[in-house]
């Protein structure tokens, strides 16, 4: 639709206003020493002006929203990932999230020494996941299979195998096996990880030869654990700690990336897929160890798990400061409100010899008998009605456009989060060196 000459008008002097507003922001935090060492005083000057801008932000957003979209994936015809869009926008909208010269120097600082431009990235992905035409089309192009693993694919289905940093990938048996290998750091997540499990879940689901996907954590070389498999210590708290876990390419891109992949599957065209836009197939989680973290919330996207009867489950989302992902959205499906709620808010553990270890998981198995319980259970999910059945299960469970409402306060909840004080200060001392 065609803006009217006023709404035109209002547009043009929102972004003015806007425009003056990012300046004066800026020459405000030039004239101040770094966040770390600022004094209460300096602190609250340098919110007034962001806040300032940020208002102003939000205001233009909430009507140009769709219009600002539209140019930037010249009217939905293009699909750009997450870190795609925010950079297109910096350019054709200067002001309205950080620049890359901004954010390339927000890269060189730790998370106490950031200036919180991320934030501003989070006002627009809110605005525009929150848009019920922009947001749909941005959660379609985040499923769609990422360069790396097309480039990737030929080798992979010659050879069957691939390895990476943080995610070893193997073919077996018509089984896509994701082994997660970050044996030093209990399998923490952090950007590099991010990328490299979207590019196994894509591989996994382009391959007509998989019809199954597992995940399960590697040995670790980690000396507490030495030797024994560990599926996951959730976020990496030293490199959320240095400034190395990014808004966009960690906390966003992980949940709009291959975790929504393991549940509606990639998002691919052609003339045979006329009955669905959408490749899936339906994924075991194996949790030897713990799941902590990040660990639990990847459990809630999988159609089956199973866990070692020593190993334990937790969202210490209290303790960290920070939203576990998409866990506050999913868990109560599984558990109830109120044992979601003793989970997220009061960190409680939940262990897989306990009852209630039983709404989380599917099956439990000594931990010398996972393997074999594994396979079984491989076994289990290869019917041929299975596929049809998950997809009108997740449909059911989650509605797309549920999920788009969360993601969109997500994007800007989770960008507070991770600028808060006490969030600095607790990850702070968890990056600090030993004494």
Same mark, same amino acid.
């Given at each position: 639709?065609?803006?009217?000459?006023?709404?035109?008008?209002?547009?043009?002097? !929102?972004?003015? %206003?806007?425009?003056? &507003?990012?300046?004066? #922001?800026?020459? /405000?935090? @030039? =004239?101040?020493?770094?966040?770390?060492?600022?004094?209460?005083?300096?602190?609250?000057?340098?919110?007034?002006?962001?806040?300032?801008?940020?208002?102003?932000?939000?205001?233009?957003?909430?009507?140009?929203?769709?219009?600002?979209?539209?140019? !930037?994936?010249? %009217?939905?015809?293009? &699909?750009?990932?997450? #870190?795609?869009? /925010?950079? @297109? =926008?910096?350019?054709?909208?200067?002001?309205?999230?950080?620049?890359?010269?901004?954010?390339?120097?927000?890269?060189?600082?730790?998370?106490?020494?950031?200036?919180?431009?991320?934030?501003?990235?989070?006002?627009?992905?809110?605005?525009?996941?929150?848009?019920?035409?922009?947001?749909?089309?941005?959660?379609?192009?985040?499923?769609?299979?990422?360069?790396?693993?097309?480039?990737?694919?030929?080798?992979?289905?010659?050879?069957?195998?691939?390895?990476?940093?943080?995610?070893?990938?193997?073919?077996?048996?018509?089984?896509?096996?994701?082994?997660?290998?970050?044996?030093?750091?209990?399998?923490?997540?952090?950007?590099?990880?991010?990328?490299?499990?979207?590019?196994?879940?894509?591989?996994?689901?382009?391959?007509?030869?998989?019809?199954?996907?597992?995940?399960?954590?590697?040995?670790?070389?980690?000396?507490?654990?030495?030797?024994?498999?560990?599926?996951?210590?959730?976020?990496?708290?030293?490199?959320?700690?240095?400034?190395?876990?990014?808004?966009?390419?960690?906390?966003?891109?992980?949940?709009?990336?291959?975790?929504?992949?393991?549940?509606?599957?990639?998002?691919?065209?052609?003339?045979?897929?006329?009955?669905?836009?959408?490749?899936?197939?339906?994924?075991?989680?194996?949790?030897?160890?713990?799941?902590?973290?990040?660990?639990?919330?990847?459990?809630?996207?999988?159609?089956?798990?199973?866990?070692?009867?020593?190993?334990?489950?937790?969202?210490?989302?209290?303790?960290?400061?920070?939203?576990?992902?998409?866990?506050?959205?999913?868990?109560?499906?599984?558990?109830?409100?109120?044992?979601?709620?003793?989970?997220?808010?009061?960190?409680?553990?939940?262990?897989?010899?306990?009852?209630?270890?039983?709404?989380?998981?599917?099956?439990?198995?000594?931990?010398?008998?996972?393997?074999?319980?594994?396979?079984?259970?491989?076994?289990?999910?290869?019917?041929?009605?299975?596929?049809?059945?998950?997809?009108?299960?997740?449909?059911?469970?989650?509605?797309?456009?549920?999920?788009?409402?969360?993601?969109?306060?997500?994007?800007?909840?989770?960008?507070?989060?991770?600028?808060?004080?006490?969030?600095?200060?607790?990850?702070?001392?968890?990056?600090?060196?030993?004494?």
């Amino acid at each position: 639709m065609t803006a009217t000459l006023p709404e035109r008008t209002t547009a043009t002097a !929102l972004r003015a %206003g806007l425009a003056e &507003a990012v300046s004066h #922001a800026d020459e /405000v935090v @030039a =004239a101040l020493p770094r966040p770390g060492r600022r004094s209460p005083e300096q602190r609250a000057r340098a919110t007034a002006a962001k806040d300032a801008a940020r208002a102003l932000r939000t205001r233009f957003l909430d009507t140009q929203v769709d219009a600002v979209y539209d140019r !930037l994936t010249e %009217g939905r015809t293009v &699909a750009l990932r997450l #870190a795609e869009l /925010v950079a @297109a =926008a910096a350019v054709a909208f200067p002001g309205l999230v950080p620049s890359a010269e901004l954010l390339a120097d927000e890269r060189s600082r730790t998370q106490a020494d950031k200036e919180g431009h991320e934030i501003d990235q989070g006002i627009f992905l809110r605005a525009v996941l929150g848009s019920a035409t922009a947001g749909p089309h941005l959660l379609e192009s985040m499923l769609r299979p990422t360069p790396r693993a097309l480039e990737l694919l030929p080798e992979f289905i010659r050879t069957g195998t691939l390895r990476m940093e943080a995610v070893h990938l193997e073919r077996r048996d018509g089984v896509a096996r994701l082994t997660m290998c970050r044996h030093d750091c209990l399998n923490a997540e952090d950007n590099q990880q991010v990328d490299d499990m979207e590019t196994a879940v894509d591989l996994a689901l382009l391959d007509p030869a998989v019809s199954v996907g597992l995940l399960r954590g590697g040995e670790m070389s980690h000396p507490r654990y030495r030797g024994r498999r560990v599926f996951s210590a959730g976020i990496n708290l030293k490199n959320l700690s240095s400034g190395d876990i990014s808004l966009v390419d960690f906390l966003l891109r992980r949940e709009l990336g291959y975790i929504h992949k393991l549940i509606r599957g990639i998002r691919t065209d052609g003339p045979g897929g006329w009955h669905t836009p959408y490749t899936e197939k339906p994924w075991i989680a194996a949790v030897d160890g713990f799941a902590i973290g990040g660990g639990t919330q990847l459990l809630l996207a999988f159609d089956h798990v199973l866990a070692a009867a020593d190993a334990y489950l937790s969202l210490p989302a209290a303790k960290e400061g920070i939203v576990p992902g998409v866990a506050n959205f999913r868990l109560s499906r599984f558990t109830g409100p109120r044992v979601a709620r003793q989970i997220i808010l009061q960190g409680r553990r939940i262990r897989a010899s306990e009852p209630d270890a039983r709404l989380l998981v599917d099956e439990v198995a000594e931990p010398q008998d996972m393997d074999g319980a594994v396979e079984r259970a491989l076994t289990r999910l290869r019917g041929e009605a299975v596929i049809a059945n998950r997809r009108m299960l997740n449909l059911a469970d989650e509605p797309p456009g549920a999920f788009r409402a969360y993601m969109a306060e997500f994007a800007l909840q989770q960008a507070l989060r991770i600028y808060g004080e006490d969030v600095i200060h607790k990850a702070g001392d968890f990056g600090a060196p030993a004494p």
